[in-house]
């Protein structure tokens, strides 16, 4: 059937999508629902299609983008411009000229704006705004055929190019149609967004308004008139600008023309005009059912709309929970308990759902996931609703009071701001969970346990330590002699629905047996505080802990490096000593609680270019003497402290400071103990995920073994349409990676990524965690993975880390982390290596340049750009 190459505005629509684009179609429908859109006329991609063929274009593109470095900026405006030739030089094929002809009349008597809409453009999750190019006041048809030779052109625009490579699109599985639409010589004219880009309230919309055509406000030419309006009508800011140029036709085109002096500062539209535009706003979200990015003009007492698509800046939406309709506040778990950036894999959020679920069963509480309604997964990261724990005046306060130390301090102030700005809605006493509801035998005899636990770190530290190791390694021997009886897929999916309590109470349990060793140093700072002896010493307390699973495996990287560059060869994965290292620490993996990531056993790479990462730098002795001699000087520490409280004439304190500080060093490294666990546990559950996936793959219900991370548990249960599951989750999984998560999300949509600050004097503060002072380097890591860009002596910049961090520690010169407490992971071991290091400096990934150079404070939490360069 040959398609039309030339299709009226109002017949295009989603369902003819591909011969449209996206723009085209949304403009579309809007017609036909009766929305005020001016009408025009579409070509369609088969008329693109044709134009590439009949000039033989499609090769000659193909080949220079083959031979073009298309990460390199200059490569990517050269070829962007040969391409861009390319079409604007040839000519259009008769069989269009035919089509144009035949409505000669009709384009030569009005002016239309000629836009682009390419076949992935205005789409849910990509909208390639601003990639495209659009032209306005387009007049005659010999105008109007060269600039759709413009459009097609734009979708080799640089940028565009540059899009679809981040996204992974191909170049050639998408088409382009044009859109020529009557243009409305408009007096007033601006952008809309439906729901607020700002803070990402759904409740709220966002206008932007100005004198003249849409295209100074949307190029950014005028400081445009704002509005934030709350859907129910209510103005809740308004900025009035100075509006100086505005956008005019001319003879042809468009131009930049000044407004008159006395017309610059007035409202560019009332009061009813906004209702009007609110309601039509409202009107277009309805009908697409999501938040939408408008554009609008204004002539003669009429608002029309000349474009919408999907606002896809947006971070997703909590579910409404029945009966729980007013206002709630989320946490990201991800984030706050973890550093996790990065979204779950589909199969490792669900087997962390169902962990949860297995673990507050064994309480006594009988649950199925589904009942978890306070656990939500929201872009591929866990949030938790804890609203109705904050419902009083004396539990919100505590929040004031929380020891954030080893979680992210950062979340726990946005929360308090949080809550103070919306006390009236937040504060309910009604509302307010009773945690004695929780509380039944079970639940005291775990607290009774932890309570034990607790006491034996007191009473002996090395007793406390081996159990806390013997109790993980015996956990671990169970659950491997477990597996290995599992024959059938029901035994499989019952193992993974009841270890809720081994994962979450046993693994993570080991910690209360050191956990007093945590409140050590704090109390010997007060004894030498109320001495008047200085305090310096307790920094070096901290360093070269023993007995940590993380320390030691980044020692023994540190003593492979130095075993290959003595023998002058490169590691291998085959080499022995590399299997005997794979053998204790394979488990490991790059994001400790997703069972999604390949651990270390089954990718090595990570551990290759590591080590040769050290040889290269020639990093690993350094670091072997360095804790050596940390060791060394946290013995002398001790002595010192001790010998200053005896000259005190305190020869009690002396003796109880010495208990402390060497339980401290016995028993504070195991507090990595439970991360290994955790890795350990995850990996046992990986195994027996990739037999179900063997199992899936071998009946042709998967495609590969390891697409059974993109599923989740009830649809392995269920086994339908899996291949689809399949793909359409990996995309979204594309989609999460890509999305930065807030720390805290509303169930308005609202969605906070940092705490308001109040610094003035143009430094970054952060909060302390290990103390000095460093100038050098800044250096922007987002993964271990990018360890080689990291040369001796850089500040390491980055999120957050986790023990596979620890080895590049030892090249540091300080530490930057956007979360993380003063007991987090990357804290304690930069304490141990006696870095400088803040955390919990929000957007430091951003704000910080990579190759500027910076002062990290790590006694005051201050980072100071010193240089405003970088790359």
Not at 469 to 496: P, V, W, Y
Request: charged share 25%; hydrophobic share 35%; net charge neutral.
């Amino acid at each position: 059937m040959n398609k039309q190459i030339l299709l009226k505005l109002e017949s295009a629509n989603h369902s003819n999508f591909d011969d449209v684009g996206g723009k085209a179609a949304n403009l579309g429908e809007m017609i036909t629902s009766k929305m005020p859109v001016p009408t025009g006329y579409v070509l369609t991609t088969t008329g693109y299609d044709l134009f590439i063929q009949e000039n033989s274009l499609q090769d000659r593109i193909s080949k220079l983008l083959n031979e073009s470095n298309l990460s390199d900026f200059d490569d990517l405006e050269k070829v962007s411009k040969e391409i861009k030739s390319l079409i604007n030089d040839s000519e259009m094929p008769e069989k269009l000229l035919v089509e144009w002809l035949a409505k000669k009349d009709y384009f030569e008597s009005k002016s239309f704006a000629v836009r682009s809409s390419s076949t992935a453009e205005d789409l849910p999750g990509l909208s390639f705004a601003g990639q495209y190019d659009t032209f306005l006041n387009v007049k005659g048809l010999d105008n109007i055929l060269s600039y759709i030779k413009k459009c097609f052109a734009s979708l080799w625009n640089a940028r565009a190019i540059s899009y679809r490579e981040q996204n992974n699109i191909d170049n050639f599985s998408i088409s382009h149609a044009v859109v020529l639409q009557e243009l409305i010589d408009s007096d007033k004219s601006g952008i809309l967004f439906t729901a607020n880009p700002i803070n990402g309230r759904r409740d709220q919309m966002l206008i932007n308004s100005s004198f003249g055509l849409g295209e100074a406000v949307v190029g950014g030419e005028v400081n445009p008139d704002q509005w934030v309006i709350a859907k129910n009508g209510e103005i809740i800011e308004e900025t009035i600008a100075t509006k100086e140029m505005q956008s005019v036709r001319a003879n042809y085109g468009i131009e930049l023309v000044e407004i008159e002096k006395s017309k610059q500062n007035i409202k560019s539209l009332n009061k009813s005009q906004l209702m009007e535009l609110l309601e039509l706003a409202k009107t277009a979200e309805e009908y697409f059912g999501s938040p939408q990015d408008l554009e609008w003009a204004y002539l003669n007492n009429k608002f029309y709309l000349v474009q919408s698509r999907p606002i896809t800046s947006l971070y997703p939406m909590p579910k409404k929970v029945a009966s729980k309709d007013d206002l709630r506040v989320l946490i990201n778990f991800n984030n706050y308990s973890q550093a996790m950036q990065e979204p779950f894999t589909p199969m490792g959020e669900s087997i962390i759902e169902s962990l949860f679920a297995s673990a507050i069963n064994y309480l006594g509480h009988d649950v199925k996931v589904d009942d978890l309604w306070w656990l939500q997964s929201i872009g591929g990261r866990l949030f938790i609703d804890f609203t109705d724990l904050v419902r009083t005046e004396k539990s919100s306060s505590k929040f004031k009071n929380v020891d954030a130390a080893d979680k992210d301090p950062v979340t726990i102030q946005a929360i308090k701001q949080f809550i103070e700005r919306n006390k009236s809605e937040i504060i309910a006493p009604e509302k307010q969970f009773k945690l004695r509801k929780l509380i039944n035998f079970k639940v005291i005899k775990l607290g009774l346990g932890i309570i034990n636990q607790y006491l034996y770190g007191i009473r002996s530290a090395e007793k406390a330590r081996n159990k806390a190791i013997n109790l993980a390694d015996t956990i671990i021997r169970d659950l491997e002699n477990e597996k290995s009886k599992l024959k059938s897929l029901s035994d499989k999916l019952n193992f993974f629905n009841k270890h809720g309590k081994t994962f979450f109470l046993d693994g993570f349990g080991i910690v209360f047996y050191v956990a007093v060793s945590s409140t050590y140093i704090e109390k010997v700072k007060k004894m030498l505080e109320n001495n008047n002896l200085p305090t310096n010493d307790l920094k070096y307390v901290e360093r070269s802990l023993p007995h940590s699973p993380t320390t030691e495996m980044g020692m023994e990287i540190l003593q492979l490096a130095r075993y290959y560059d003595e023998l002058g060869e490169k590691p291998r994965a085959n080499d022995e000593k590399i299997k005997e290292f794979i053998s204790k620490y394979g488990h490991r993996n790059l994001i400790e609680l997703d069972v999604g990531i390949k651990p270390w056993k089954e990718d090595p790479s990570y551990v290759l270019d590591l080590i040769n990462t050290h040889i290269d730098n020639e990093t690993y002795q350094k670091g072997i003497d360095s804790f050596k001699e940390g060791e060394v000087e946290a013995e002398k520490a001790i002595k010192r402290i001790v010998d200053s409280l005896k000259s005190k004439n305190k020869n009690r304190s002396a003796k109880k400071a010495e208990k402390m500080l060497l339980d401290f060093r016995a028993m504070f490294g195991i507090r990595e103990k439970p991360k290994s666990f955790v890795r350990k546990f995850l990996t046992i559950f990986r195994d027996i995920l990739l037999e179900i996936g063997d199992d899936l793959y071998s009946t042709g219900a998967i495609d590969h073994p390891e697409d059974i991370f993109y599923l989740k548990l009830q649809d392995i249960k269920r086994n339908q349409d899996l291949i689809d599951k399949v793909k359409n989750n990996k995309e979204q999984y594309q989609i999460n990676l890509k999305k930065k998560a807030p720390r805290i999300i509303a169930s308005t949509g609202e969605s906070i990524y940092a705490a308001k600050t109040n610094n003035k004097d143009g430094s970054l503060e952060g909060i302390p965690v290990s103390s000095g002072a460093y100038e050098g380097i800044a250096r922007i890591i987002h993964s271990p993975k990018e360890a080689y860009r990291l040369k001796n002596g850089e500040i390491l910049v980055t999120a957050g880390t986790n023990p596979t961090w620890t080895p590049l520690f030892l090249k540091l010169g300080a530490l930057v982390m956007e979360t993380g407490g003063s007991i987090s992971h990357g804290s304690v071991v930069a304490r141990e290596y006696g870095l400088p290091a803040v955390a919990g400096l929000a957007n430091a990934t951003s704000i910080i340049k990579d190759g500027q150079k910076i002062r990290v404070d790590g006694e005051s939490g201050l980072v100071e750009i010193l240089e405003q360069g970088g790359n």
